[in-house]
């Protein structure tokens, strides 16, 4: 490949030059940067990063490959790939093809040789924007004017393109102890499955399932997934969340669903400048002041004020705080069994300080039956 055959392009007129990756084509969207050293292949096929061009910021990827089981979804859901070098060829007894081979059977654009730490300080310093990855035969111009047609984060509703079709269910390992219901806005499937190792069984139901869909299920316990876009645009699952609480069943959060299950109970979420997104996020819990090294991947944040008080919801305590820039990481309802967390307990390949959280809301289960 030529140097410069291709470019990356921001709305605000910046161009990085690299060299095509994945698939030929252009990709448009919200291009955000992730720490991650490892685990490229279950940033790729996690459903919260549609509609994004996710730039790694550690300089080689591809180098394990990828295979048909570290993937959190069935395929790559970003809306492009951008990194320094991706590797020529891969070394593991797991791997199945090379990165390149894989983003572009599954019609990924993607672009290398480009001067991440740049870009990185770029968006760190102007904020997550909107941008575009494209052949150097593009004219600068006319790729400009579709990166400024492009709709912007705030206000989409990305859940529903990344939500199952259909109901489906996983079965406890083991013998069943209680019925989960994911509401499924992006779900990663280490969710369930690690809920099904506790001997859960999980019914995952579509992002458009109405209320009353979730409560006749009638479940012991409500799960409300991870997921791409602004929470404020979802509002399908605040009456199944205020329903099911309200009969004293708990209630479960993660990233997109701990913004919606905040905003439920009245609290107001905001854009973050360029957003949280990497695997190694220092994050407090009150309660002991234990500090959890974590995997996160969201643009938005849950409202609180000086004080620490949710604004809005009197009913919602902080349990958790992000140590970078104090922003909400954990809530817990002040008399239902509800809690929820923006960041991704469930992190493959990790880190897995906490796992825990299923634990608690296994145990809510557990003292709701006796």
């Given at each position: 490949?030529?140097?410069?055959?291709?470019?990356?392009?921001?709305?605000?007129?910046?161009?990085?030059?690299?060299?095509?990756?994945?698939?030929?084509?252009?990709?448009?969207?919200?291009?955000?940067?992730?720490?991650?050293?490892?685990?490229?292949?279950?940033?790729?096929?996690?459903?919260?990063?549609?509609?994004?061009?996710?730039?790694?910021?550690?300089?080689?990827?591809?180098?394990?490959?990828?295979?048909?089981?570290?993937?959190?979804?069935?395929?790559?859901?970003?809306?492009?790939f951008v990194v320094r070098e991706a590797s020529r060829v891969y070394?593991?007894?797991?791997?199945?093809?090379?990165?390149?081979?894989?983003?572009?059977?599954?019609?990924?654009?993607?672009?290398?040789?480009?001067?991440?730490?740049?870009?990185?300080?770029?968006?760190?310093?102007?904020?997550?924007?909107?941008?575009?990855i494209a052949p150097a035969s593009s004219a600068t111009e006319e790729?400009?004017?579709?990166?400024?047609?492009?709709?912007?984060?705030?206000?989409?509703?990305?859940?529903?393109?990344?939500?199952?079709?259909?109901?489906?269910?996983?079965?406890?390992?083991?013998?069943?102890?209680?019925?989960?219901?994911?509401?499924?806005?992006?779900?990663?499937?280490?969710?369930?499955?690690?809920?099904?190792?506790?001997?859960?069984?999980?019914?995952?139901?579509?992002?458009?399932?109405?209320?009353?869909?979730?409560?006749?299920?009638?479940?012991?316990?409500?799960?409300?997934?991870?997921?791409?876009?602004?929470?404020?645009?979802?509002?399908?699952?605040?009456?199944?969340?205020?329903?099911?609480?309200?009969?004293?069943?708990?209630?479960?959060?993660?990233?997109?669903?701990?913004?919606?299950?905040?905003?439920?109970?009245?609290?107001?979420?905001?854009?973050?400048?360029?957003?949280?997104?990497?695997?190694?996020?220092?994050?407090?819990?009150?309660?002991?002041?234990?500090?959890?090294?974590?995997?996160?991947?969201?643009?938005?944040?849950?409202?609180?004020?000086?004080?620490?008080?949710?604004?809005?919801?009197?009913?919602?305590?902080?349990?958790?705080?992000?140590?970078?820039?104090?922003?909400?990481?954990?809530?817990?309802?002040?008399?239902?069994?509800?809690?929820?967390?923006?960041?991704?307990?469930?992190?493959?390949?990790?880190?897995?300080?906490?796992?825990?959280?299923?634990?608690?809301?296994?145990?809510?289960?557990?003292?709701?039956?006796?």
């Amino acid at each position: 490949m030529i140097p410069g055959s291709a470019y990356l392009l921001l709305e605000d007129g910046r161009r990085f030059p690299g060299v095509p990756l994945g698939a030929p084509g252009i990709a448009l969207g919200e291009v955000v940067f992730n720490t991650s050293m490892t685990g490229y292949q279950e940033i790729l096929t996690d459903p919260s990063y549609a509609g994004q061009l996710v730039t790694m910021t550690y300089p080689l990827m591809g180098n394990y490959g990828v295979n048909g089981e570290d993937r959190e979804s069935d395929g790559p859901q970003v809306a492009g790939f951008v990194v320094r070098e991706a590797s020529r060829v891969y070394s593991s007894w797991r791997g199945e093809a090379s990165l390149q081979e894989y983003l572009e059977e599954h019609g990924v654009v993607g672009i290398q040789e480009v001067d991440t730490r740049a870009l990185t300080r770029h968006i760190r310093s102007q904020g997550a924007m909107r941008a575009a990855i494209a052949p150097a035969s593009s004219a600068t111009e006319e790729i400009l004017e579709r990166i400024r047609a492009h709709p912007r984060m705030e206000g989409l509703d990305l859940a529903c393109g990344v939500s199952t079709d259909t109901p489906y269910e996983i079965p406890a390992q083991g013998s069943e102890r209680f019925h989960v219901v994911a509401y499924d806005f992006g779900v990663k499937s280490h969710s369930p499955l690690i809920l099904s190792q506790m001997g859960c069984r999980v019914s995952v139901l579509p992002a458009d399932t109405p209320a009353q869909g979730i409560l006749a299920e009638e479940p012991d316990g409500l799960f409300v997934s991870n997921g791409p876009g602004d929470p404020a645009a979802v509002e399908k699952a605040t009456e199944a969340i205020l329903g099911l609480s309200e009969r004293g069943a708990p209630v479960f959060g993660i990233c997109l669903g701990h913004q919606l299950i905040s905003r439920a109970f009245g609290a107001r979420t905001y854009k973050l400048p360029f957003g949280h997104h990497g695997g190694n996020h220092p994050v407090k819990r009150l309660a002991g002041g234990a500090v959890e090294i974590t995997a996160q991947n969201h643009g938005f944040a849950v409202e609180q004020d000086e004080r620490g008080e949710i604004p809005g919801a009197p009913e919602l305590r902080l349990t958790h705080v992000n140590l970078y820039d104090g922003t909400v990481e954990g809530v817990a309802h002040r008399d239902r069994p509800v809690f929820s967390v923006q960041y991704h307990p469930e992190a493959a390949p990790g880190p897995h300080d906490s796992r825990y959280l299923f634990e608690e809301f296994v145990a809510l289960m557990e003292e709701k039956s006796t």
